[in-house]
């Protein structure tokens, strides 16, 4: 028999900055286990005065454009200029056997052997977003652990990436240095949801390539609706590997937090997130009883199968489907 959580226990431990219990913590939201769950929201109720007060930066990028050296060579900033860092790096998993590498702490060198930074890689388990089912419920624990900046590291550009607006305060979409044909190849959906664009790998060679790839970049945006009338997404270049331009980074990241709180969109966002969170939670409820009740889980295998022989509509099932949750 499994004993009970010590609920506030670990929530002092976290607010005292206990790095291992925020890791036992994180496990915890991460568990499927209904006990796990219900403990779970528990902590992260007890834990909700105590967060709020960090940066939430979203970084996305494809595949190779150098997003864990960046957050890298950032936190390591971060950390020199007095901030406390905690990086929620999401690792791809695979479709078919829902395995992940979670290889994140080796590409972040620096930071993974510094005390004073948190990170922690979590497999996307085909999660739509490209981030972790729980990435929101971890944020909050780690501004709870006294974390002021969250850097939540996505998976790679995609249509379904731009979930990570929904839980961030600014999308940084990182690009290479290329112009002409490569720039019509960009997604449009991430580039307008974007709060500032920056080219990496400015350095040797490649500083003139990244300056023409800013440039192209700046035009592109002036034919595209900002996401926000009170902020026009900055173009910057920098270099991940040397440093140089990091520091301007995070001085526009600064900047943009201070325009949203100043017209009052910084509270307005954060709060229809919030909203957002409870729609998807309560998404994942329905889904999760779906599976978990056998009676039900056999009813709806019968209408699926109706579905594949096309004996019964997609939309007639999904009613069906529906009357079974009531």
Not at 116 to 137: M, N
Not at 244 to 263: C, Q
């Amino acid at each position: 028999m499994n004993r009970p959580l010590a609920i506030p226990g670990i929530a002092a431990d976290i607010r005292a900055g206990n790095r291992a219990a925020l890791a036992r913590a994180i496990t915890l939201v991460e568990s499927r286990r209904e006990d796990h769950q219900a403990a779970a929201r528990e902590l992260v109720q007890a834990l909700l005065p105590d967060t709020g007060k960090a940066y939430r930066v979203g970084i996305t990028g494809s595949p190779g454009v150098g997003k864990s050296t960046t957050i890298d060579t950032l936190g390591m900033y971060l950390l020199e200029q007095g901030h406390r860092v905690a990086v929620l790096a999401v690792d791809p998993s695979s479709a078919r056997t829902g395995g992940s590498i979670l290889g994140d702490k080796t590409r972040m060198a620096q930071l993974s052997n510094d005390e004073r930074a948190f990170i922690r890689p979590s497999p996307s388990s085909g999660t739509l977003g490209g981030v972790a089912a729980k990435t929101r419920e971890a944020m909050l624990l780690c501004e709870a652990a006294g974390f002021d900046v969250v850097l939540v590291e996505t998976v790679g550009v995609g249509q379904s990436e731009t979930a990570v607006c929904d839980m961030t305060d600014i999308f940084l979409a990182l690009m290479l240095p290329g112009g002409g044909d490569e720039l019509q190849g960009i997604k449009k959906g991430v580039i307008e949801l974007a709060d500032m664009i920056a080219i990496n790998k400015a350095d040797g060679d490649n500083v003139k390539r990244a300056n023409r790839t800013a440039a192209d970049y700046r035009g592109a945006m002036k034919i595209l609706t900002p996401r926000s009338k009170h902020w026009f997404p900055p173009v910057l270049t920098y270099s991940g590997l040397t440093g140089v331009g990091v520091p301007e980074l995070w001085e526009k990241i600064v900047a943009h937090r201070t325009a949203m709180n100043a017209s009052g969109e910084f509270a307005h966002r954060r709060s229809e997130q919030q909203v957002k969170w409870m729609w998807s939670m309560f998404e994942d409820r329905m889904k999760a009883r779906l599976r978990s009740d056998a009676t039900i889980r056999a009813r709806v295998k019968q209408i699926e199968a109706r579905v594949g022989n096309g004996s019964t509509s997609p939309a007639l099932a999904a009613e069906q489907i529906a009357d079974l949750l009531r």
